[in-house]
């Protein structure tokens, strides 16, 4: 016969086996609620998606030029401290970081059917050389883009014959030019009509931005290419 003591310590063990199972149980259905729980959460929770980024397009134009076309911007100098700038088709053909700026007019020479850089130059127009600017413009082969920006001052040296050399690439605004005058301009060898790229703001005791000299002009847009 099985003592007391043995049967006590019988149903002891047997309600120890008996509750390990049940906590065995419990945890395991604990567990797959909360991977359901978790599974539910991945479900509702709001997928976060970057933004994507506008695209950034060539000299920062606020759009993008259409095919053939060559994007452009150009800035004037400010005063005599910081000089012009002109971007072509993302690539800074002139500026004072490039160190190939100078006080006057500042000329960027583009092959108008591929975009290419021929030549660059400035000219001082407050103690320089003007015949060294009507040889350059003379030398201006046919289908060339011309870009110019002004720096100080741009009109002091300049003569009859230099404004209509410039004159005949499309500008308008170059006979009214006087100092320290700031000027922007993309014309071309052979044009037939007058660019509708230009601009120009008068030095103006009563409205100049930096006392002595008006304020910095920015011009860009989209130039087509030459076919022939």
Request: proline share 5%; with cysteine.
């Amino acid at each position: 016969m099985i003592r007391a003591g043995g049967l006590l310590k019988l149903a002891a063990l047997i309600s120890v086996l008996f509750l390990a199972v049940f906590f065995a149980f419990e945890l395991l259905e604990n567990n797959m609620n909360l991977g359901n729980l978790g599974k539910v959460f991945a479900r509702s929770a709001p997928v976060e998606t970057a933004s994507p980024k506008p695209p950034r397009n060539k000299c920062g134009l606020p759009k993008p030029c259409p095919e053939d076309y060559l994007a452009f911007k150009i800035t004037s100098g400010a005063a005599s401290v910081v000089g012009p700038k002109i971007c072509l088709q993302d690539n800074i053909v002139m500026s004072g970081v490039r160190n190939n700026i100078g006080r006057g007019i500042n000329i960027a020479l583009i092959n108008g059917k591929n975009g290419e850089v021929l030549g660059i130059d400035s000219f001082d127009m407050w103690d320089g050389d003007v015949k060294l600017l009507i040889k350059f413009l003379k030398a201006i082969e046919d289908g060339t883009i011309v870009m110019m920006a002004t720096f100080d001052d741009p009109a002091s040296k300049l003569n009859d014959e230099a404004r209509q050399l410039i004159a005949d690439l499309g500008s308008t605004a170059i006979n009214s030019l006087t100092f320290r005058d700031n000027w922007v301009f993309v014309g071309g060898k052979g044009i037939k009509t007058k660019s509708p790229f230009e601009q120009h703001i008068k030095n103006n005791g009563q409205t100049n931005k930096y006392e002595g000299w008006p304020e910095v002009l920015e011009m860009e847009g989209c130039i087509p290419m030459k076919h022939d």
